[in-house]
């Protein structure tokens, strides 16, 4: 995850790098970091003696971030502190950044006699192993991994179980997806190809359809691409009607009649191959912008979930 350089400095090198993300035990205290979007997921595994020292790290935490420009969130989980670092924008100063943050709190654990083990139930009396669940990481015992697994399990069990009402989830796609349409038109008259307004079609169309289907499953996620895709590509036909229509409208063309002789009006120009080109681009742009949405859509919708052991 980091060049060899650089995680040698953070925390004295004990954090190991596993590509994805990195993870060990420094001080005592099980800590794993996720990167995601230019931030860091920091999360440190804590047990406190007494219940109420866990209300005493909490005002610590506010405190510490008030100081720490780069530290965006710090909250606790039941037995865990999750910190979210902005990742510098120069690489060099990732070991200070994260060092600045990290080593006062765990100042803080040390005198203050927390001890580190499961980040669910904070057991350090069993066997602990850092999990991969769902892309993050979690230092967790056999028991907790197992109770995590069977929810995850249960959860999917649930998902699937849901059916959606294609009909009216179709209704609700082609609805939703008009408003990412209506934002293409606008942003091609101003003279761009609007990738961004082909991922807000995704993301309304597939809105629409869990909202008049009832629930966003498979088939739903499926549909609601499709419909974005044809839709897309009646955005593109309009916006290039609307052009052609501000030279022709002069010499009696309506709307209307431009729309409907596109493709005569674009042959006669010369055009074809550029209409196409363009569509093209506006396809490639909305895929790049939406793949993230709908990836993730899909994932949710069949309730699929990954859970292993990091070695
Ligand atoms: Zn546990």
């Given at each position: ?140 015992c ?11 399990q ?14 009216a ?30 991922a ?23 549909g ?34 431009v ?12 055009l ?40």
């Open positions: 995850m980091l060049k060899e350089k650089l995680r040698s400095q953070i925390l004295g090198g004990s954090l190991q790098d596993f590509k994805t993300h990195l993870s060990g035990l420094y001080k005592g205290f099980y800590i794993t970091m996720d990167a995601a979007q230019a931030q860091y997921i920091i999360k440190i595994s804590v047990n406190p003696a007494d219940a109420a020292d866990m209300a005493a790290l909490n005002s610590f935490l506010s405190n510490h971030q008030l100081n720490e420009k780069k530290l965006l969130t710090a909250v606790t989980g039941s037995h865990s502190i999750i910190l979210t670092i902005k990742v510098p924008s120069l690489a060099k100063n990732i070991p200070n950044t994260v060092n600045g943050i990290v080593e006062p709190i765990i100042d803080y654990l040390i005198s203050h006699t927390f001890s580190s083990g499961c980040s669910e139930c904070g057991t350090d009396m069993e066997q602990i192993n850092c999990y991969e669940i769902n892309g993050s990481h979690y230092f967790l056999d028991g907790c991994k197992n109770k995590i697994q069977s929810s995850l249960a959860n999917q069990q649930e998902i699937q179980s849901k059916k959606s009402s294609l009909v989830g179709l209704v609700g796609a082609f609805l939703g997806s008009l408003i990412g349409c209506i934002l293409w038109v606008l942003i091609y008259h101003l003279g761009y190809i609007a990738g961004v307004a082909g807000v079609t995704a993301i309304c169309a597939m809105k629409g359809y869990a909202i008049l289907g009832g629930h966003l499953d498979k088939k739903g996620v499926i609601s691409v499709i419909i974005m895709l044809i839709m897309i590509f009646f955005a593109n036909k309009i916006s290039w009607s609307w052009d052609a229509y501000s030279a022709l409208e002069e010499y009696g063309w309506t709307f209307t009649e729309y409907q002789d596109l493709g005569y009006i674009l042959e006669e120009t010369d074809v191959a550029s209409y196409y080109g363009e569509l093209a681009i506006g396809y490639i742009l909305t895929i790049v912008c939406s793949a993230r949405s709908i990836i993730n859509a899909f994932h949710e919708s069949t309730g699929s979930y990954s859970i292993k052991k990091v070695n």
